[in-house]
């Protein structure tokens, strides 16, 4: 029997405790439970996705067009796609996003394997003593689905996928802390506005670059006169996915980059101002001057918080060169990037470029889907030297483009075209995968992103800026696009930030 009242709140005090204690040990061992062991099928197919990467990282052939999802191995991402998670409303959606980032790596790794010799694909180990890169992709898209549903089905996936997908900037924070980077910042932007206001004298000048220097090149097919009917095919809501964007097949695809492509007019000083098509010749790349071509790519933002399709055309050039350009800049390999934002049904609504490497980008809005410029600080706000015709796509768009430097000095409508040569639209996923004579494919990138045999030596000067090979050609994914403040070319939230849109259904 308990005496007094002090005995009786002891005891009571004693089993709050031992209540406490107890709830303590069984969340311990909830937490630091093991995960359940794979199924030996699923096993097997994360070993040998394991394998493929060991093997792939051991030849730099690693394809950075996008970016591995940590941890998931059947996943890679971009900056699109992992705010098109975060965005979405729905399980469903998000399942949707997973779906296409699991396609992405897929896409992604068939270019890696084809890229592989023989006795590479071989050690892979498969049953065949040669198996085929079809072989090897039958059963990598196996597994690749026997790992999705593995990791789906894990409690704390949806909670930790979120956390794994965010992309890795292109700017060191390490390099700009040892380079002093806020000293070095103010000559950079005294000289990035110096260039600006250059730029936009070229834009608003009436002179123009002497027509017999010019060398016009046009698109293979002129298909102008029907692009509302394939708009309103591919804009059909029978045809709109699960955030409202086109389905859109390859087929479709190419003829949506002809019914927008522009109309190039080169300042035309020798070989090095040829927009070429590439080869890969004795373990380096190798330009056709011969045979004009335009590389194309598409990729997704958003305008007026809609996920839009945007079209992106490259040309790329022997070497940078000639007076105009800063001789720091002089180099191998040299390219130049077109991109053409469409609205939620179809139409333009912003063109913008840069040089391949990042550098000197700029927007061409049109005035009738953008209503004013948002004012921002150096290195966010949009540098607009001229705006797009309203007669566009209905008229091509002119891009004249100067010698050596390959900078844009006007954009125009084109109503009537002289002599001009015609180009070849091919699909930027041959830039991953160039053959040789034998049939053998290599990567233009290397696995840093970077164009192979195209260094520059401006980073001696600019590294405080924080970027890796500043300067040099990259590939699609890895523009930084300022070097003051930190900006990439494929930023989700890029035109939102900077514009104020008007009649965007």
Known sequence: MIDTKEELFTMINIRIVLCLLSIIFINACTIWQKPAPMASACQECQDMFDLLDKIILSVDGQNMASHPVKGYSFLRTNRFLSELFIRAKTKKQKLYVISKMQRLDISERKKEILNLSVSNRRAIGLSDEDPSPDTIMARLVRCSHELKSNAINQNNFWDTIERKIKVPDEYSTLMRVFGGYPFAALPVMYLTKKAQKH???????????????????????????????????????SNLDDFGLPQVSQNQKHALAEVFAPIFFQQDHGLFDRPSKLIWESSKPKFLTDTPAVYYYFSNTFIHDRPVLQINYTLWYTKRTGNLAPS????????????????????????????????????VPNPTYVQRINELSFGKAAFVPSWLPE?????????HIISGWHQINKISSVNNLGKSETYKLIPYEELENIADDSGQTSNFFGSNGIAKNGERSEYLLLFPMGIHNVGSMRQRGHHAVTLVGRTHFDDANFFDLRFVFKNIE
């Open 328 to 363: 720091i800049e002089h180099g191998p390999i040299d390219g130049l990037t077109i991109r053409i934002t469409l609205s939620p049904k179809g139409y333009p609504v912003i063109l913008d470029s840069m040089n391949s490497c990042g550098c000197y980008h700029f927007f």
């Open 199 to 237: 730029f936009y004298q070229w834009h608003q000048s009436s002179n123009s670059i002497n027509s017999s220097e010019v060398q016009i090149y046009k698109p293979s097919r002129s298909v102008h006169a029907v692009w509302s009917t394939l708009i309103r095919q591919l804009y059909e809501p």
């Open 391 to 399: 007669t566009y796509p209905n008229n091509p768009v002119g891009i």
